[in-house]
């Protein structure tokens, strides 16, 4: 199969994945009902998946360039059909945290593996095309999620998950037939027997902070951050200062993030070929804080409308960009770079959703000002490790 039919299917794999995770959105409050637990177990059930991916991530990174991409991929998304079955068939509590866990740890083995798949078949030119539309499905799986778990769940509670097994199954199918392994014998035993690399996820972690792109990892973790600490927030904010319906959050969230993947699918690789992958990320960054500080400002339904679609259309350049300039640099470690990349993100969806409903308690206004704080401070970051880059570079040379 052709490269772009590869990519084609690594796509509809992280679609499925993100969808999964989305269905659980509107579902969960009647299974939560149904097994009679209580808001702190929905909580917990949330936070579950984020764990497992976390804690896994940089392993499973270190696996996919010590025996092949091809191999997780295909136990990634096998383990993700395994999930939904568990959830749709769950008749007990304790069956419903297997499964969360269970789809964490599946997205730990998909997510890395297939960072450095792309990384594989794409040219450094083309590399920011492949991770623009990668991005873009992920976005628009998590997007439509929520609004086909509720659609599904008219024909009862364990529907949604029955179809996005079905889907994970098929696609499973797909990978199996047709992605063949890109990463060599050789560059699987060279890997192997390279001792540098930790399985100890916190060990790896640290390690990478100091690498040459260590700095890249802050950027991810605080790009999912903004993110999550926005959405978590959003729908109480507009609720108790301007009154927004459940309607109203739908259709901005909605409407926001299908901007997110036009930005994704059409434009990243357009900016990054002209401007390079550091500067899109510095002025996203920027840009998504003047955003961020005009949704608290603003005073109408539309203003907070189009604050929020530039805000999500902003964060959506800053992941392919990052991502690129993370491939680049990672030379043949793509897979545990993948890895760390998916842990300090998943590390983000645990802090940034707490942190925000704290800082909420204290003042409705603190989270969207904390999160513009943050965003800025990247912006300057950004700028002074470009500048010890560039004069690295010219000292080696």
């Not at 204290?362 to 000002?369: A, D, G, Q, R, T």
């Amino acid at each position: 199969m052709k490269k772009m039919g590869r990519l084609y299917i690594l796509m509809l794999n992280i679609f499925i994945a993100m969808l999964g995770f989305g269905l659980i959105v509107p579902v969960m409050p009647s299974y939560i009902e149904a097994f009679g637990a209580t808001g702190k177990t929905l909580g917990f059930l949330v936070a579950a998946t984020g764990l497992t991916q976390f804690a896994l991530s940089p392993v499973a990174g270190a696996l996919t360039d010590r025996f092949g991409r091809r191999k997780l991929i295909i136990a990634g998304i096998a383990g993700f059909t395994i999930a939904q079955f568990i959830f749709a068939f769950a008749d007990q509590l304790w069956m419903l945290f297997v499964s969360r866990f269970f789809g964490g740890a599946a997205g730990a083995l998909l997510m890395p593996a297939m960072f450095a798949y792309i990384a594989d078949i794409t040219s450094e030119k083309d590399r920011g095309k492949g991770m623009g539309l990668f991005s873009a499905a992920m976005t628009l799986g998590f997007v439509i999620g929520p609004g086909v778990g509720g659609y599904l769940v008219e024909f009862g509670i364990a529907f949604p998950f029955l179809i996005a097994g079905s889907f994970a199954a098929l696609s499973t199918l797909l990978s199996f037939l047709f992605l063949p392994e890109t990463l060599t014998k050789e560059k699987q035993e060279e890997a192997r027997l390279n001792k540098e690399l930790h399985f100890n996820p916190f060990t790896q972690m640290i390690q990478a902070l100091k690498t040459p792109y260590g700095f890249l990892f802050i950027l991810a973790f605080v790009l999912n951050f903004g993110i999550i600490h926005f959405e978590s927030i959003f729908g109480l904010y507009v609720d108790q200062k301007h009154g927004f319906t459940p309607k109203d959050i739908a259709f901005v969230i909605t409407v926001a993030g299908l901007a997110g993947v036009i930005v994704q699918g059409a434009l990243v690789n357009t900016f990054v070929k002209r401007f390079g992958e550091m500067r899109v990320v510095r002025y996203a960054l920027l840009a998504a804080a003047f955003m961020l500080i005009a949704c608290r400002f603003a005073p109408s339904f539309w203003l907070i409308f189009t604050g929020s679609i530039l805000f999500l259309s902003a964060t959506s350049f800053v992941r392919p960009a990052l991502n690129t300039l993370l491939s680049k640099m990672a030379g043949n470690q793509q897979g545990v770079a993948g890895g760390l990349n998916t842990s300090f993100m998943s590390l983000a969806n645990i802090v940034g959703p707490s942190l925000a409903g704290i800082l909420f308690d204290v003042n409705i206004e603190l989270p969207f000002m904390f999160g513009t704080l943050v965003l800025c401070m990247s912006f300057i970051a950004s700028i002074l490790w470009a500048k010890k880059a560039q004069q690295h570079s010219h000292a080696v040379s």
